[in-house]
T-cell receptor, first 113, second 113 residues
Framework: DGGITQSPKYLFRKEGQNVTLSCEQNLNHDAMYWYRQDPGQGLRLIYYSQIVNDFQKGDIAEGYSVSREKKESFPLTVTSAQKNPTAFYLC????????????FGEGSRLTVL | AQSVTQLGSHVSVSEGALVLLRCNYSSSVPPYLFWYVQYPNQGLQLLLKYTTGATLVKGINGFEAEFKKSETSFHLTKPSAHMSDAAEYFCAVTNTNAGKSTFGDGTTLTVKP
């Protein structure tokens, strides 16, 4: 079955450490996105990419980095510069030039100890 | 610019009662509108979407929504709530030019037996 796979599901990190969240899709979608979800704040866009080797900052990119070396993969690194990284992170993909419907992974919950 | 406002962060209904979740949007271009549902610790999945054509849209699990341009609304309804409908619901608007989605803050639906 086609879909989006995020890993790990749960991740614990000490302050000052960088962590990388994996996102892989086999839907052959061109566009991929990373969202951050905090209680009562909906989803906020961190980064997005519409083509390999190109990506754009979203609304809350500070303290995060991404890469898009392959169409299928869009990993997110949460750096030590992110002041409040504890959150639920969602990866999504979509087909460019259509309605913008998003297909989501199951999410990764990051907790900073 | 685009934005979404979901009225009521928490809605509680009795099993068998009408479900009404409110969503108002603003968009400078004709919008595509979506409702997504999220169960605890999971990703979002599409309930229904409005793109063009018929303004009353039917989705999965008996939900429907009506696009009212004059009121800039896209409220979600279900005639009879079921316990399994308890979840968080997000309204989203996509800019047809840029392809990015903007989400509301979400509404948590509780269904009482």
């Amino acid at each position: 079955d086609g879909g989006i796979t995020q890993s790990p599901k749960y991740l614990f990190r000490k302050e000052g450490q960088n962590v990388t969240l994996s996102c892989e899709q086999n839907l052959n979608h061109d566009a991929m996105y990373w969202y951050r979800q905090d209680p009562g704040q909906g989803l906020r866009l961190i980064y997005y990419s519409q083509i390999v080797n190109d990506f754009q900052k979203g609304d809350i990119a500070e303290g995060y980095s991404v890469s898009r070396e392959k169409k299928e993969s869009f990993p997110l690194t949460v750096t030590s510069a992110q002041k409040n990284p504890t959150a639920f992170y969602l990866c999504a993909s979509s087909i460019i030039g259509t309605t913008g419907e998003l297909f989501f992974g199951e999410g990764s919950r990051l907790t900073v100890l | 610019a685009q934005s979404v406002t979901q009225l009521g962060s928490h809605v509680s209904v009795s099993e068998g009662a009408l479900v009404l979740l409110r969503c108002n949007y603003s968009s400078s271009v004709p919008p595509y509108l979506f409702w997504y549902v999220q169960y605890p610790n999971q990703g979002l999945q599409l309930l229904l979407k409005y793109t063009t054509g018929a303004t009353l849209v039917k989705g999965i699990n008996g939900f429907e929504a009506e696009f009212k341009k004059s009121e800039t609304s896209f409220h979600l309804t279900k005639p009879s709530a079921h316990m399994s409908d308890a979840a968080e619901y997000f309204c989203a608007v996509t800019n047809t030019n840029a392809g990015k989605s903007t989400f509301g803050d979400g509404t948590t639906l509780t269904v009482k037996p």
